[in-house]
DNA sequence: CATGAATGAGTTTTCATTCAT
DNA sequence: TATGAATGAAAACTCATTCAT
């Protein structure tokens, strides 16, 4: 058994770690030890190879908010027209949710986490910016005198129903949530009122 | 100077002094002793009137919660209409929370914790389940049909917005969140779209 | 037993073994623990008073140094010529270091501190400083074209000579150090070479 | 190009990494992996050739002695009366000092680490009795009723300028040192006080 | 010859909590 | 009622050292 490039093979390991054990522990109250116990290496590797605490959690950061971008970036090429685009990022965000439960948790911890680190704030940031980009040049093609506002409430319930989901409510909310979304973009955009659960994009 | 009757008074110096430590700080991770010198006394007492450091947080979080229903219940009385009522809801959510900017960090922090104390998952629940309520039977006289997903939409958007003010962005977003939420409204219930009474849209 | 006023008590405690430890172990690789431990206290303790070892250390330099100045001022006070002072303050500085065998030690590691931390750099200052301007003073009535070299070799043999006895040579060193200075005063100041052990102030 | 005969190399790339690190942070506090760092090997390198940090340091001083004990040697060469011998040994200290401003640091820590590490007591002590002896044996000549005391007090300045010049004392204090040690000598051995050859005096 | 991987043991520091007064 | 004194337990972080390759 070859012991060169374990690297990588570690950091991923504390990465996933780090966000279970969030994911578990319902808070960012995790200690450095449990996440290398979780990882199935020694508390002194996961500083011999992230420095310190803050940056193992920054790297966790970065690697949920890059599979988050990776999927909604996925489903936005599939998109033929701009109402499709923003139901896109609508299942996309919650599609992510469901596939990864774990992550739920450590997405609000992240709000929290972004009052106290700098570099939390700036990834938190670059997320704010691309989620309200991406559906601002949606609506402007749709409804151009409404897309800022309109945007604005999306990102908002988006954000609004993660919170529900973090702090534990059962059941499959993930399709209610999308629901909800889709009835608002419905109201913004279509004459006539939308029901859920028909209209939308299979 | 008689020394009797201090039980209250240093119990809300207390809780105060925890929600403000909150706030400053951006976390949970306050410690009593922080706590007990904003409050003016020793930590030695904290403990003598709270037991533990958890109680300290659940007598904070019903604290803000009791601040937050009294004002809704406020707002409430003089709404001479359902749609009056929603109005009034948005309105007295982000009133309080403009009022008391202290308390919005521990809001956040609030859904954090209830992952971790079953005392403030209940709080939290509660808060949940009346301002759903409220919503609901507003919406179900004016959209019978559609109450119940209007009633989660118009929570969840609230919750996210306040988010967003919790990671600390700057400006009037009091206003623009009572501008984004009131459209919502105004596409869910009114024929024509409704344009919000301060001239966000731009 | 009153509990109250132990501060003072417990920090002049810790400043004592702190020294002692030092002076054992023969470097300032010394655990705060340990340090507590000869205290008679806990290792939190000791933080709570001095907030980190760096302080405890800090105190302990400004002890021995307060010590040493207050054996030399108590001894000049005495001396009624130049000379005499000068030679006061050879025989308090070896006087002070008979006493207290365990400040050799810690003088020592005095001055590899004072590499690293700005503060005992500061207190080494004013040691050098005090010294050189006491001898100055003397030297300058009695042989003021040399006053400024004489000063200098003084002291340095002062610190030199305490160097051998921080490293631990045994014997009477004490004497044989105050006869090489008195011997070098003598060579400067007296015009017929002077005999150690016998023309000195008894 | 062969691996054959590293050993030396890397061995003296490891003793003077380590005596530039000492010098760089002015204490022993130095971790093998800075050393390594600064030789450009693996720290597992650095203990395969010493098998532990102790033996390093041993080395190092070793290393430092044997320098200076040559630079002294070869000024003792030239010297072509006992005079001479005591400022060959003057200046050969100081220059030695000078020309390797990173040694000064390790010398003071040398003293240091004597009292914990035999070895390093014992190189100490061959330094020490080295000197003496070089000292002593000029001064029998010149002055045998005094040669003890003032081999002493030469040697013991020599010792307190260079504690002077590690604590980081600035400015061309090489030559100053040397005229104190000189006009010392002079006073000693000359009938009317000596004049330092380079104007010290101010 | 040389190193990346890995860790156990130990260090400083923090903090909720208890208790005697 | 109120507090200063005190600590046990646990946290982050460090580092010399070992080992398989």
Same mark, same amino acid.
């Given at each position: 058994?070859?012991?060169?490039?374990?690297?990588?093979?570690?950091?991923?390991?504390?990465?996933?770690?780090?966000?279970?054990?969030?994911?578990?522990?319902?808070?960012?109250?995790?200690?450095?030890?449990?996440?290398?116990?979780?990882?199935?290496?020694?508390?002194?590797?996961?500083?011999? @190879?992230?420095?310190?605490?803050?940056?193992?959690?920054?790297?966790?950061?970065?690697?949920?908010?890059?599979? @988050?971008?990776?999927?909604? *970036?996925?489903?936005?090429?599939?998109?033929?027209?701009?109402?499709?685009?923003?139901?896109?990022?609508?299942?996309?965000?919650?599609?992510?949710?469901?596939? *990864?439960?774990?992550?739920?948790?450590?997405?609000?911890?992240? @709000?929290?986490?972004?009052? *106290?680190?700098?570099?939390?704030?700036?990834?938190?940031?670059?997320?704010?910016?691309?989620?309200?980009?991406?559906?601002?040049?949606?609506?402007a093609v749709l409804a151009p005198?409404?897309?800022?506002? &309109?945007?604005?409430?999306?990102?908002?319930?988006?954000?609004?129903?993660?919170?529900?989901?973090?702090?534990?409510?059962?059941?499959?909310?993930?399709?209610?949530?999308?629901?909800?979304?889709?009835? @608002?973009?419905? &109201?913004?955009?279509?004459?006539?009122?939308?029901?859920?659960?028909?209209?939308?994009?299979?």
């Amino acid at each position: 058994m070859p012991k060169l490039g374990m690297e990588p093979i570690r950091r991923a390991a504390l990465v996933s770690a780090t966000i279970h054990e969030i994911g578990a522990q319902g808070s960012m109250d995790v200690t450095v030890a449990q996440i290398a116990r979780r990882a199935g290496v020694s508390s002194a590797l996961a500083h011999h @190879y992230f420095g310190s605490k803050e940056q193992i959690f920054a790297a966790s950061m970065r690697h949920i908010l890059t599979l @988050y971008a990776a999927q909604v *970036r996925g489903a936005l090429l599939m998109a033929p027209s701009p109402r499709a685009r923003i139901e896109a990022i609508i299942r996309a965000s919650f599609t992510a949710m469901s596939t *990864r439960p774990e992550h739920i948790s450590a997405w609000l911890n992240f @709000y929290v986490q972004a009052r *106290r680190s700098p570099e939390t704030a700036r990834l938190l940031g670059i997320y704010h910016r691309r989620l309200q980009s991406n559906l601002h040049h949606a609506f402007a093609v749709l409804a151009p005198s409404r897309a800022d506002i &309109l945007a604005r409430g999306v990102a908002a319930m988006i954000d609004g129903l993660y919170c529900r989901h973090a702090s534990g409510a059962g059941g499959d909310i993930s399709a209610h949530s999308i629901d909800t979304l889709l009835h @608002y973009v419905a &109201l913004a955009l279509d004459d006539a009122p939308h029901i859920p659960n028909q209209g939308a994009i299979a």
